[in-house]
């Protein structure tokens, strides 16, 4: 390596990112994702937005599209009415405990509100990902009846 195109600089520690071996780039995932969850969310936007700017990874191609992609929102509604019920998470998948108290509160209202609108029915209930500290939300459940874990 030997350009500021083979790496990418976060708080003062640089991660390669290789070009070589599948192994050696799903290292480097790994590493820079743990990275990036000690970081506030708009510094992990603009962090990504270097790394996808200085790799040739295109999400697009079809056989890795839909490694990324979600449900519709029509799935959603067609596994709903199948009784599967349906939970919010957050709005942008962010690691809730580095949020301050406003960008806590706007994550579960949003992805709340959002569900309810596109359901058209209560969503009363959320499901944490990993790292959240459950007392983040004591004394305010936003709205949620359930909490899983």
Not at 8 to 27: A, F, M, N, Q
Not at 52 to 60: L, Q, V
Request: net charge negative; glycine share 4%; hydrophobic share 30%.
């Amino acid at each position: 390596m030997n350009s500021d195109e083979d790496s990418v600089t976060l708080s003062g520690i640089t991660y390669p990112l290789p070009d070589t071996s599948h192994s050696e780039r799903s290292s480097s995932v790994i590493i820079i994702t743990n990275a990036t969850k000690k970081i506030p969310a708009n510094e992990r936007q603009i962090f990504l937005e270097d790394v996808r700017s200085k790799t040739d990874y295109d999400i697009s191609a079809p056989w890795q599209k839909e490694l990324y992609e979600f449900l519709t929102w029509d799935e959603v509604r067609t596994l709903r009415k199948q009784g599967i019920e349906i939970g919010c998470h957050t709005a942008s998948h962010p690691i809730l405990s580095a949020l301050n108290p406003d960008e806590l509160d706007r994550e579960l209202r949003e992805s709340k509100k959002k569900i309810e609108q596109e359901l058209g029915e209560e969503c009363d209930t959320i499901v944490y990902h990993a790292g959240l500290d459950t007392q983040l939300i004591q004394g305010d459940n936003f709205g949620y009846k359930r909490e899983l874990r």
